[in-house]
């Protein structure tokens, strides 16, 4: 780490290092393209993986912090740049070094009205082209009224290009070549999970690009938290990816615990842990039902649907709902496992391999799934990385980016269980590894069930709750990939900044790279075993 | 389920002697009385979820909770075959439009039920910038079942009161809930559409 650190420093003087545990570089943004090469190419950072770019307004200036990782050395940086104009606030794209980046910088520009330099689509992503201000800046006061008349659209994208004597030009672009057939699917269409719509370009049968339109269910989650306390952020985890509800408010807490230096009990880092897991098997039920739904295969709904009732069953035992639980809380859980809660753990264990075993019988070796699957919709492992798809997708493609081994939290580090990958990067790989991921969670489980420990659930914590001033930035494994979550605390009862970044806005992300010059049928098949979540997306 | 069960009956005496006042003839009577008995028993609701609430849906079209009972398992994804909307998610600024549009796709007579706290006011979202307060704003909503997400027992009992609501409507001549929606459209315009 101190290595590249050195290195750094000596190709670019100008950059300023802080912090211990991620090392955060400020860079000034002329250098900031040639650092994010170096920090990608080099031999000894290889960050290849960005995990999300967190807009930032400071009122004296805005900003953007890139988390960056390397998937061959595991480790974790941050990069900041930022810039004092308010008016025409400008930084340069690097949209070119990590093709996710092109997504993210058109969130930060939606929300905060920093223009990328150089990206080539630089359109809102959430709000409508009439959108008056930028919602996440400090001072945003502008009303938009709800309105039933549709919404204008432009075929048109802007890209601001820098010339050579340094002034920035700006051109429109058109999303679609002239004279190309575009085909609308969505917002209200049964297999797009949700309301999530696709412009696609088609030539005959055959997929020529995809424009992935969002924002139909845009909820404003982190602006809605800037002004709630912290523990009154942690219901609307819940609302994001609804499966992986557990997940996400494990990280949410694990981010304010670390802030706070609150330790909690074993007890409940166990029985958080056994929620997640208990969690992840719910999530890949309904997704291999709903999936086998898109394909054709009705009935498998209905069986794996049997399956997931069970465990909400067990989990409403404890939490008192069916999905959104608002189960764990700064310190631990919210109320004590049920008294059955072992017995009914250890009757799912017993049914589950069995009901696996089934659901392999009855679709997974028939031949017209296998037909539709295999080598259907393939990502590379490169592009897995450069388009930050985490996750079972990811896992797929054979790169091993489970964060409960990567960066370990709560007591993950203690459990034996394997991280399941694939080498076929199709959309039948990313379905078995859902299967067999279904069965490393329910081995957790049986490590768990009858170690308990005794102990306090949940531990005395400050009835009002400030953070110390500073940043922190988690990522935990929700179930459908990476969550990551930034608070950026002034030493106030609430957030000055809560960033989320969910899993599902890089898949959606994926869609146009994966589909090109596949059959208009296959998107259905790509789309489902992606496995996206509109409203984790959205936000 | 018996009449007593059910717990706002007020509403329904209300509307059933609003039409007694008015006075029907057999003949008529007899008839709506044995088409509402069709209708109010094969709804087909449209394929419609934003988010949570969504999912809780299709916990009620599988086994458990089995919403084929009743006669309401024929979800269709095209508002043109479907009798009425399930609004079950929260509707921000981008989707209202969409929703509107749909709802008037709809084939008549139409339905609307706002299922779950974001699509009867905002909910937990109500305070956002990019979220609508409810939907009654954009569409004449006929119940209305609260919880976040609504149990699947709860959605089953907001749609048995539509299909009650249905069953004490006059189709032939003046269908009370149908002036509503008429003054509801009068007052919620939308301009033409250029294509």
Redesign the interface.
């Known amino acids: 780490m101190a290595n590249f650190q050195e290195k750094i420093a000596k190709l670019f003087p100008e950059a300023t290092f802080e912090g211990e545990e991620t090392v955060m570089i400020s860079i000034p943004d002329v250098k900031w393209h040639d650092l994010a090469l170096a920090l990608r190419d080099d031999e000894d950072c290889l960050m290849d993986y960005l995990v999300t770019i967190v807009g930032m307004d400071w009122t004296d200036q805005l900003g953007c912090i890139y988390y960056l990782m390397s998937s061959k050395y595991n480790t974790m940086i941050g990069v900041k740049v930022t810039t004092t104009d308010r008016e025409r606030p400008m930084l340069h794209s690097v949209a070119d070094v990590w093709k996710v980046a092109c997504l993210f910088e058109r969130e930060v520009y939606d929300f905060f009205g920093i223009i990328f330099i150089g990206n080539p689509d630089m359109r809102r992503l959430?709000?409508?082209i009439d959108w008056k201000g930028y919602?996440l800046r400090k001072d945003?006061a502008e009303q938009?009224e709800?309105?039933?008349?549709?919404?204008r659209q432009s075929d048109m994208t802007d890209t601001y290009i820098e010339l050579p004597d340094g002034k920035v030009e700006k051109k429109e672009v058109a999303i679609f070549e002239p004279g190309e057939f575009v085909v609308n699917i969505g917002?209200?269409?049964?297999a797009t999970h949700?309301?999530l719509r696709f412009r696609t370009a088609v030539d005959g049968e055959e997929i020529k690009k995809i424009d992935v339109y969002m924002?139909?269910?845009?909820?404003?989650?982190e602006?809605?938290c800037e002004?709630l306390t912290y523990p009154q952020c942690l219901?609307?985890m819940?609302?994001m990816d609804?499966?992986s509800a557990h997940n996400y408010h494990h990280g949410l807490c694990i981010a304010i615990e670390k802030a706070a230096g609150i330790q909690i009990s074993r007890r409940a880092e166990v029985i958080r842990v056994m929620m997640d897991e208990l969690s992840r098997i719910a999530s890949h039920c309904?997704f291999i039902g709903?999936y086998c739904m898109d394909l054709g295969a009705t009935t498998m709904?209905?069986y794996t649907?049997?399956v997931?009732?069970q465990i909400l069953d067990i989990m409403e035992k404890t939490c008192g709902a069916?999905?959104?639980f608002n189960y764990d809380c700064i310190g631990g859980v919210m109320q004590d496992l049920a008294p059955d809660f072992q017995k009914d753990v250890k009757a799912l264990l017993e049914i589950l391999p069995k009901n696996i075993k089934e659901y392999n019988k009855i679709f997974t070796g028939n031949v017209i799934a296998k037909n539709r699957m295999e080598g259907v919709g393939y990502l590379s492992r490169e592009d897995a990385i450069s388009y930050a798809v985490t996750g079972p997708s990811g896992r797929a493609s054979n790169w091993a980016c489970d964060m409960r081994k990567l960066r370990p939290y709560s007591i993950y580090p203690e459990l034996d269980f394997e991280e399941v990958t694939a080498t076929e990067g199709d959309s039948m790989a990313r379905f078995k590894v859902r299967m067999r991921e279904m069965e490393e969670s329910a081995k957790i489980l049986a490590q768990l069930v009858d170690n308990i420990p005794e102990g306090e659930y949940c531990v005395k914590v400050p009835k009002v709750l400030k953070l110390p001033v500073g940043r922190w930035f988690t990522v935990v494994e929700g179930c459908r990939g990476a969550f990551g979550v930034y608070i950026e605390s002034d030493g106030s009862t609430k957030p000055y900044r809560l960033k989320l970044a969910p899993p599902c806005l890089p898949l959606a992300g994926v869609v146009d790279h994966i589909t090109r010059g596949s059959k208009i049928a296959d998107l259905i098949t790509i789309g489902g075993s992606l496995d996206y979540i509109?409203?984790d997306m959205d936000r | 389920m018996p009449y007593e069960a059910f717990k706002d009956n007020e509403y329904i005496e209300k509307l059933v002697k609003e039409l007694k006042d008015n006075g029907t003839n057999v003949i008529v009577g007899s008839l709506d009385k044995l088409i509402n008995w069709g209708r109010s028993n094969s709804l087909w609701p449209l394929t419609f979820a934003t988010s949570c609430c969504g999912i809780e849906f299709v916990s009620l079209g599988a086994a458990r909770f089995d919403m084929a009972r009743f006669g309401w398992e024929v979800a269709r994804a095209s508002p043109r075959q479907a009798d009425f909307i399930m609004v079950a998610g929260t509707i921000v600024n981008r989707m209202a439009p969409v929703l509107r549009r749909l709802y008037d796709q709809l084939a008549e007579p139409k339905y609307v039920i706002a299922c779950g706290s974001c699509a009867i006011s905002g909910g937990p979202f109500r305070k956002s910038y990019h979220v609508a307060k409810g939907i009654e704003d954009i569409v004449p909503v006929d119940v209305y079942v609260p919880g976040c997400p609504p149990r699947p027992e709860a959605m089953i009992y907001g749609i048995m009161q539509l299909s009650r609501k249905i069953k004490v409507e006059k189709f032939f001549g003046g269908v009370n809930r149908q002036e509503k929606q008429r003054e509801f459209l009068e007052s919620h315009p939308i301009s033409e559409v250029e294509d």
């Open positions: 959430f709000l409508s919602p945003y938009n709800v309105s039933v008349e549709n919404e917002p209200q269409h049964p949700g309301v924002g139909y269910i845009h909820r404003g989650i602006k809605l002004d219901p609307f819940d609302r609804y499966f309904l709903t709904l209905f649907l049997r997931r009732e069916r999905m959104t509109v409203p």
